[in-house]
Structures are given as C-alpha cells and as structure tokens.
C-alpha cells in the first residue's frame, strides 16, 4: 500500500527532523497510548472493543519502534527553521492516495451488490449495511480530511509566510487522524456502528477524534499567529471555519453514553425527533464545512496559483464566506420534510436552503470568472481543467441541493436514488476533482519536480472521472425520478399501479450504469496514484522553486507583499 511503503522508505529521514525533546515527548505519547490500548483490549475481551485496543497497540508500538530507530541519529539540520516543514504534506498525500483507492473500491462494490447481491459472497462482514459506512467513511474522512490537513498545512505557510510552530503537533494530527479512520472503519465491518449517517463511529473512537482536531485547531491558530504577512489569506478564512465548526458538530452529535468502558456500543443521550434533528443539522453542516469549506480553501489557492491569475474577485469571496457559515447552519432541517419534526422548523430548513444559492454560486461564479484571459490554459493544462470542471460541479450541486429541499419537489426525490446522484455530483464532481487538481499541484511543487511525470497520464485521469461522474449521476438522476414517479403513480381506484418490486426491478440497468461509472472514476484514482508515485520517486530538477517554495524570511526582516 503506497501509504505504508511511503512512511517506511522516508519516515526515518522525516522523524530524524525531531528535536532530541520532539521525539521524547512522541515515544512519551506512544507509550501513553499503547498503554491504553492494553486497557481496551484487556477491557472488552470478546467485545469488538478489545479488538480495536489490538489495533491501538499495534499502531503505537509500529510509530514507537519508528521513533526509537532514529533516537540516535544525527541532530536536526539547525538551517530547517528557515524552510517550510512540508514533512507531514508529503506523508499526508501518501494517506490520501490510499484511503482514496480504499473508499472508491468499496463503492464501486457496494453499488455492485444492488445490482447483484451474492457479491456479499453470503458473509456478514461483507453485507452493504457494513461495506457501506466503510465506503463514505473511506472516502469522506479517509480520503478528503488527509487531503485537507494536508493542503492545510501547505496552504497556511504559504499564505503566512511562517513555518508550522513546531514539528510534532503536524505529525500527531496527521497519525491520530489516521488512527480514527482505521478504528471506524475495521469496527464497520466487525458490526460496531451508531446507525447515524457519517457518524458511525462508536464512542471511544469519537473521544480520540476530539484530541486530534483539538490539537489540528490549536495548531493552526498558532501558525496564524507567527505569520510574517499583515493579512489573512481567504483560504485560511474557510480552512479554520472548516476545523471549528466540525468539532462543534462532531462533539454535539455524538454525545453518547457507553454501555460500560468494557462495550463498544452507546446510546445517543438525545430522544426522538431531537436525534433526527440534531443528526441532519450535523449531516448536512458536514457537507457544509467538511466537503464544502474546506475545499473552497483549495479553489481558492490552487485556482490562482494554477492559472496565474489572482482571483476574481476577493471581496465577493469574502462575502460568500460568511454566506455559506451563516445561512448552512439553519439548513439540516430540509432533510426532514413530511416528519415528525414541527413543520416551521422544515419550513426554515427549506427557506434557508433556498438562500444558500446566493452565496455557493458567488464562489463558483468567482472561480470560473478567475480564469477569462486564461481559457487557452484550460484546453492545454488538464490539472487546470480539473479544477475548472470542479468549480462547474458545485455550481450544479448547489443548485441542484437548492431545489431539491423545496418541500413539493422534495416529496418526489426523497427515499429515492435522485438524493444518491446529487451527493455524487457534489462528491465525485467537486470534491475529488478540486482534490486531484489540488493534489496535481502541490506535488510538483514540494517535491520539486518541474512538472508531474506523465502530461498524458493527468489528461487520461480527466476523461475517466469526467466520464465516470457523468454516467454515474445521470443514472442515478433518471433512476431516481422513475422511482419517485412509480411509487406516486395510482390506478382509477385509487390504488398502487406499482409494487416496490416493481420499482426494483426498473432500476437494474441504472445500477449497473453507476457501478460502471463508479468503476471508470476509481480506475482513474489508480492511475493518479501511479502518475503522482512516479513523481515522486523522480530526481529534483535545479531551479524550479517557486516564490511560494523559497526560504523563510528571517526573523525581524521586511517582508514583501501577501501573495
């Protein structure tokens, strides 16, 4: 797996950049958190939670044995505090590359199973309720959050002009994130879940998660502080409301109570209505702020710097910032139209989403409108092109979102695959594609390479992601539509002219159209993955550092102007 080749050919030369007081305080955590593996696995014995304490164990004394090996090393070169600490970046793509070949896989098979259920192959670990969770939580928080810590961390000393405060609290964060995404989704397939949509995690992994983006938040606001530069770069704007506003909702959704310390399951400490509730106001500010703001940080880097153009306009992304921060917030709601819930309180999700329109477009329309004077780079650079064709995708989502939680429309498309083509234009269209365009540029760069190693390789990838979403959504979108039609249609007496198996057995060439779809997009990560692997392993080229990739300015110095 490229991720674990990765940290075991280069991890000893990046932990040998510890300060002899770093790498005593990380085996001091490690030896901590073993510990504490100890106790969950002694706790739970034949509860799943014992074995996710083996897991914590195994994954402390692994990082353990890799900070030991170079405790004897030579000193860190005094000359780093000069450079921007892009260690954790390189490793961070490395996890990225890997949770994305990992989620898409499990997403081309779990639509496979609705096309042909014995896939599961008659095993319970195997069954769609399991793979699954596996699948999005892979994809969202495997994939996307290391693809955002680490364009985070490379953004941020950017835009500052300040290297990271320290060397140890990118590397918890980027390890610890990345311990949760294992505990989530092994425990998925040993049945240990909470049933809430993106929040399946159970408890003890939910408290580990706390740490981590505790630490993450810390961490940035700190490299804020030590910036060298008067302003805030908008980029930094999104990613920090991005770290603040998922923990609040990450904390209030799950407020669980555990069985006992020694069970992995809980019980959510809210009652009825008020879960559902609480549950889409975190479902969908999720979407908000871990799949929206978080990336418009990308666009809003990796556009201008791709393009070499500034962005359009900087005060109307400005105004889409506290837009898209106030108006997602009163959103969740509309996932609960014909509910329980008090129908003010739909009416106020639905009026809110309506709203949002404004301020989604504002950012697409900035970033398309970023590249006139720029369109030939667009037919000539497929890595702008992906950033280009992302920025179009959420224009339609958000547009599609909007429309969709208008109360009588949404009485057609909800229950029906119409919801599961609109997560996907959003998630294949934009988020993966600003993340490979992102990803497309920063790796040259901080490996400093003159360009990627293979042109043709990045315009191949294109044409099977473009292709992929299109065939997957479009099929979703008329499959979707034709259900809600056949579950809505009645006879002269009144009566179903349809059963639900009947509606069934109309979308098998849909799903066999989305596994395709799903299965063209994920061939593409693999030849990203080879393209960017490639990359890496080249020689760096003299003379292709960029203003961004120059040293630090030394203390006390002037300081040109903000990028």
Known sequence: MLAEQYCAHDGGAFMGQLTTRERDLAASILVVLAVVGIAMAAAGRADPLGVHGAIVLLYSLALLYLIMSTSFGPAPDPARVSRYYDDPIKVGVAFTLFWAIFGMFFGVWAAAQLAWPSLNFDTAWASFGRIRPAHTTGVIFGFGGNALISTSFHVVQRTSRARLPDQLSPWFVLFGYNLFCILAVSGYFLGVTQSKEYAEAEWYADLWLVIVWVTYFVLYIRTLARRREPHIYVANWYYMAFILVVAILHIINNLTIPVSLG??????????????????????????????????????????????????????????????????????????????????????????????????????????????????????????????????????????????????????????????????????????????????????????????????????????????????????????????????TYSEEGTLTYSFVDSLLAMYPYYIARTFGGLLFLIGAIVATYNIWMTVRGVPVAGTERHDDLPLVPEGAATGPAE
Do not use: C
Not at 312 to 324: K, Q
Not at 356 to 369: C, D, F, K, Y
């Open 263 to 488: 069970h992995s399951k809980s019980y959510t400490i809210w009652a009825g209505v008020q879960d559902s509730m609480v549950q889409w106001w975190y479902g969908h500010n999720a979407v908000a702020f871990f799949l929206t703001a978080g990336f418009l940080a990308m666009l809003y880097y990796y556009l201008p710097k791709r393009a070499e153009r500034p962005i359009f306009s900087y005060r109307l992304s400005i105004l889409s910032f506290w837009g898209i921060t106030f108006f997602y917030m009163w959103a969740g709601s509309h996932h609960l139209h014909y509910t329980a819930l008090p129908h003010w309180v739909q009416n106020l999700g639905m009026t809110f989403s309506v709203m949002l329109l404004v301020p989604s477009w504002a950012s697409a329309g900035n970033a398309l409108l970023t590249l006139n004077g720029a369109w030939h780079k667009v037919r000539d650079d497929a890595t702008l092109r992906f950033i280009m064709m992302a920025a179009f995708f959420y224009g339609l989502s958000t547009f599609e979102g909007s429309f969709l939680a208008v109360r009588p429309v949404n009485s057609l498309s909800h229950y029906t695959d119409w919801t599961v083509g609109h997560v996907h234009a959003g998630a294949l269209g934009w988020v993966a594609l600003i993340t490979y365009g992102s990803l497309y540029t920063l790796v040259p760069a901080i490996w400093k390479r003159e360009r990627m190693y293979s042109a043709a390789l990045v315009e191949v990838h294109f044409w099977l992601a473009v292709a992929g979403t299109v065939i997957y959504v479009f099929a979703m979108w008329n499959s979707g539509i034709i259900q809600g039609l056949m579950w809505r």
